[in-house]
């Protein structure tokens, strides 16, 4: 399949009975003088550039060998793929369709605590999206001190200081809006989703004017109650430590740091974060420019995007405490749940989910990533012992998701199996193997 983007011809590959593009460049390299930049758009090429591979992952650190998420979700393939801050990269997965079809579009945004992860993991492949009639997009990201460095100096120079990550998730966008048309997809009829640190992303997305109108809806995985957007000053605090650290006395300094000795200088500040409590060092922040106020400053305001949303949380997902689950109560980030949905509900369509399904093969339960497996439909690529009735609840979360992404709405012609979350019905659908959808 050869496409004509804005920027050049794209040939992509045939796999599983779709054709996919990787490794499709979406901004110029942020790099040498763009590092710690807003992204510039691509440079255009000339001939057929063949997007066959996936590229840079954004510079990280491993997980831990043997760690419970190394286990299940290690991928040699993607290891493989080497680290570079060239990363602004993304992939499609396009189902076969007719020349006058408008298919709808889902972005997908990683999590990873705003320090790991990339596009194309093993448990993000796009085929049984494909298989349903939706475009898979997903995205590489600065990651890190290079998407999340605040610091007086990159205020002064261009008025951004932080949020680079955000940005590129914003290029992302933009970039579909105007190129989806060529793989079929329809601009009008896109869903931004994510999970954990992906979710946050949305999170930021949805309260962020420089967003709105680059998609229609909006799933969250696994991100509410986590942070509200780190205070500006906070933030560049930790710039000014960092760039103490690094002995550099402008930004042309520490713009020639090479980059091994930048991952070496975040690490301690990463580190404190996490020790103190104070949480993600580097992670989108409250800039004036990318996020005038905190995310629940904005929603009490009533100032997110008035688009459906599809949003959720495991059983022991993060926040959660084991004693208050065995009595039957539920953790944080459910209780946030309901909170975002009865500040939006009055105003847009939302549907909310708890994941329940203890996960078979060990004791780790619904935990924090689990339903990802289900919601893409990669179970053939986990060690885990599936069931019959995972089967069966996988494809009826693929077929709930797709059709919210379809259509806003994750009920099939109209049934209302899932009914939407109201102030005078406040349902939250259970996901579990006893209940299905």
Not at 145 to 162: C, D, I, M, Q, T
Not at 255 to 268: C, D, I, M, W
Not at 329 to 351: I, K, L, S, W
Request: with cysteine; net charge negative.
């Amino acid at each position: 399949m050869l496409v004509q983007t804005k920027c050049g011809s794209l040939q992509g590959v045939r796999e599983n009975g779709h054709w996919v593009f990787k490794g499709v460049p979406y901004a110029k390299p942020p790099v040498g003088a763009l590092r710690w930049k807003a992204p510039e758009p691509p440079q255009p090429w000339e001939g057929v550039l063949t997007a066959d591979r996936f590229r840079a992952r954004c510079p990280q650190t491993a997980r831990q060998p043997g760690s419970f998420y190394d286990r299940e979700f290690d991928d040699p393939a993607t290891s493989a793929v080497p680290l570079s801050e060239d990363c602004l990269y993304l992939n499609l997965w396009v189902p076969e369709h007719t020349p006058e079809e408008k298919l709808p579009v889902a972005v997908w945004i990683h999590g990873g605590a705003f320090l790991t992860g990339c596009g194309f993991e093993k448990q993000f492949d796009g085929k049984a999206m494909a298989d349903r009639g939706v475009i898979l997009v997903t995205i590489n990201y600065r990651l890190g001190v290079w998407g999340f460095l605040a610091h007086p100096w990159l205020r002064e120079e261009s008025g951004v200081s932080g949020n680079y990550g955000i940005l590129d998730q914003i290029a992302a966008l933009k970039w579909v809006q105007e190129n989806i048309a060529a793989f079929g997809g329809d601009k009008n009829n896109v869903t931004v989703f994510g999970q954990s640190a992906g979710a946050m992303s949305v999170l930021t997305l949805i309260s962020s004017e420089l967003s709105r109108g680059l998609f229609a809806r909006a799933i969250v995985q696994s991100g509410l109650g986590l942070e509200s957007g780190r205070p500006l000053e906070q933030a560049e605090e930790d710039g000014l430590a960092f760039s103490q650290a690094a002995g550099a006395e402008n930004l042309e300094q520490l713009r020639r740091l090479p980059t091994e000795q930048v991952s070496r200088l975040a690490g301690p500040l990463i580190s404190k974060g996490f020790q103190s409590g104070g949480g993600l060092t580097f992670s989108p922040v409250v800039d004036g420019y990318v996020l005038k106020e905190g995310y629940h400053e904005l929603w009490r305001q009533g100032k997110m995007h008035p688009v459906p949303y599809l949003i959720g949380c495991n059983r022991e997902d993060m926040r959660s405490d084991p004693q208050a689950l065995a009595r039957g109560e539920q953790g944080g980030m459910y209780h946030a749940m309901e909170d975002f949905a009865r500040q939006a509900c009055p105003n847009t369509p939302v549907y909310a989910y708890y994941f329940t399904r203890q996960m078979p093969g060990d004791n780790s339960g619904a935990f924090h990533s689990a339903e990802l497996w289900y919601v893409f439909g990669t179970m053939d690529r986990a060690w885990r012992p599936w069931t019959p009735e995972d089967h069966r609840l996988c494809d009826q979360i693929l077929s709930c998701w797709t059709r919210f992404m379809k259509t806003g709405n994750p009920n099939e012609n109209g049934q209302e199996s899932w009914p939407a979350y109201t102030l005078e019905s406040p349902h939250i659908q259970i996901l579990d193997v006893k209940s299905g959808t």
